[in-house]
């Protein structure tokens, strides 16, 4: 779902453990880390895609987590000219999120990386609430920055 002004509408996931780290996940057969995130479908609510992704992505299912907070408004970033896919219609130039909280209420081992049809990622840790933000490649770093400065006031 690609907006008038060229924005993909996606969610984007973020969970926590009892210390408040977070999810940190390796895109598979890379050396990029990110937290689960992806495309909203037509049709979907927020919630209903931000489930789906988190059961495609973690293979976690909703009983394994409670909802802390989301997002206000749509965050945005803008994708590098370099990735923007002129020859496809409607043109994307970007994400727009809604960015989601979560806190894990399961052990560890219900996390699975083979519930989707292509797996995203093939490793994950948890790390300090703010090493993403260092991490995260830089066109979505203001995003992450702001998403986890808006649930900050959650957690802390």
């Known amino acids: 779902m690609i907006d008038e002004k060229g924005y993909r509408a996606n969610v984007g996931i973020i969970i926590c453990n009892k210390q408040n780290q977070v999810f940190w996940a390796r895109r598979i057969g890379q050396n990029a880390w990110q937290f689960?995130?992806?495309g909203m479908q037509e049709g979907e609510t927020r919630e209903t895609a931000m489930y789906r992704e988190l059961k495609e992505e973690t293979g976690l299912e909703p009983e394994h987590v409670e909802i802390i907070t989301s997002t206000t408004d749509w965050l945005r970033y803008d994708l590098p000219e370099h990735l923007v896919r002129y020859d496809k219609k409607p043109v994307c130039i970007g994400q727009k999120q809604c960015w989601f909280l979560l806190r894990m209420t399961c052990d560890a081992s219900c996390v699975r990386f083979d519930c989707g049809e292509k797996p995203e990622f093939d490793d994950w840790q948890w790390v300090e609430y703010w090493q993403p933000v260092k991490e995260i490649i830089e066109f979505k770093r203001s995003v992450y920055q702001k998403a986890?400065?808006?649930?900050?006031?959650?957690?802390?």
Do not use: D, T
Not at 148 to 156: G, T
């Open 148 to 156: 986890l400065k808006e649930f900050e006031v959650h957690l802390f």
């Open 36 to 38: 689960p995130q992806g």
